[in-house]
């Protein structure tokens, strides 16, 4: 079984945070976290529930009981796999993502789950999330529920229609207005075309602004002027498009035996 120590710093390095904002999150010294991932000395027990939450685990998993101590990224890449929506095909990039494939209430919580806590981790402002039909009105949804379950945050909600309704109203919830900072969260991003167009269309309702595109996974198809779709994306909307997993999660994933590695090696 993995030290206490061990668990801190594998975490710590999966969130990508240094000891230094580790210990200035618990108001501790950065020479203490590298005593404990040294396993030099063991964390006060009053910091094990800040740790916890830190990390976004149960303080069983810090102590490697009843589920291992994955990070949120691993957690939901082991979800992908294990449900099929993620699968190794040589050729993919690095891997095939079918989100059509979710399909019970658990992995939607799940994955709103994750989507909230990449958005605390990044240190995101906002008024607002919208999901674009049909994919993210699930995602977004739920990712709206579990900021306010798990960390106490109201913000509005709302998502686009395909077609307007009888009254043409062309979203579902909150109604956006000048100066709103929208997080817009989807499935995917490939060469941008289709976000492009509904991003267009939420413009024409007020002018706001595009805080933040985040997406499971970004295919990395190529746009208009030879850029990536999500460089173009966020070139245009003058915002950043996030995508919650990367290719080096995966592949970190199958070094660390988070999910089984493929047939063949990952490029």
């Known amino acids: 079984m993995n030290s206490l120590g061990h668990t801190i710093r ?4 999966g969130h990508g945070v240094t000891q230094e904002q580790l210990a200035e999150y618990l108001h501790i010294s950065s020479q203490a976290i590298s005593k404990w991932e040294n396993d030099a000395a063991l964390p006060d027990i009053m910091l094990l529930p800040l740790l916890a939450d830190y990390f976004s685990v149960s303080i069983d998993e810090l102590f490697c009981h009843k589920l291992q101590a994955y ?9 992908m796999y294990d449900s099929g929506v993620m699968y190794f095909r040589k050729g993919s990039y690095p891997c095939r993502i079918d989100t059509e494939l979710f399909s019970t209430n658990a992995q939607i919580a799940q994955i709103g789950e994750c989507f909230a806590d990449f958005i605390r981790e990044n240190h995101l402002d906002f008024d607002a999330i919208m999901g674009l039909a049909y994919h993210g009105i699930a995602f977004s949804a739920a990712t709206a529920f579990s900021l306010y379950q ?3 945050v109201t913000t509005g909600y709302f998502h686009d229609r395909r077609v307007p309704d009888s009254q043409v109203r062309a979203i579902c919830g909150y109604t956006p ?3 709103d900072r929208i997080i817009v969260i989807n499935d995917l991003t490939a ?21 933040a595109v985040i997406v499971i996974a970004d295919m990395q198809r190529t ?15 003058n ?11 995966i ?14 090696p990952l490029v």
Do not use: H, M, W
Request: charged share 30%; proline share 2%.
């Open 251 to 264: 592949k970190t994933a199958v070094r660390d035996g988070v999910i089984p590695a493929p047939e063949y």
């Open 177 to 179: 207005k000048d100066g």
């Open 71 to 79: 990070t949120y990224k691993e957690r939901f890449i082991k979800l």
């Open 223 to 237: 746009a208009e002027g030879g850029l990536l779709g999500s460089d173009y994306i966020a070139r245009k909307y």
């Open 10 to 13: 594998r975490l710590r390095q």
């Open 191 to 211: 060469a941008g075309q289709t976000l492009e167009e509904r991003l267009d269309q939420l413009s024409l309702l007020a002018n706001v602004e595009i805080a």
């Open 239 to 249: 915002t950043r498009v996030y995508s919650v997993i990367t290719a080096e999660d």
């Open 150 to 152: 798990k960390y106490g």
